[in-house]
């Protein structure tokens, strides 16, 4: 019998904010207000099921996906990636992930969507690895 593979899906009603890019060129309180508040944010969007039983997953694959209203919203890879930092750790600290390491968390794929009506969204999903 073979055991089926969890995943995890947090819908977050904003993007991550720009603050968080390592292009920012901020003050320090700037970026820190920014990423405690996208980290609240991503606490406060976990499925109450899973914050009533975090799954603490010791290995998981992330796909993530951005719902924007328009093409000025779109960010490169690598920036898109690290602006999601608060949320990684967000996670981690819900007890969804054990930990954030590179060998426990791999990068599945990243895409944009454009939906005025749906937007701002970003969706994380967790995918359990063996």
Known sequence: MTKRKRKIEINIPILPPKEASPNFRGHWAQVYRAKAGFKVMVKLSIPVEVRGNPPRLEKS??????????????????????????????????????????????????????????????TLIFEEQK
């Open 61 to 122: 694959k992330l796909s993530v996906l951005f719902t924007i209203p328009d093409k000025r919203h779109y960010r490169d890879v690598d920036n898109a990636l690290s602006c999601l930092k608060p949320a990684i750790d967000a996670c981690v600290d819900a007890g969804i992930l054990v930990n954030d390491a590179p060998c426990n968390l791999s990068f599945k794929g990243m895409d944009w969507v454009i939906d005025k009506d749906k937007a701002p969204l970003t």
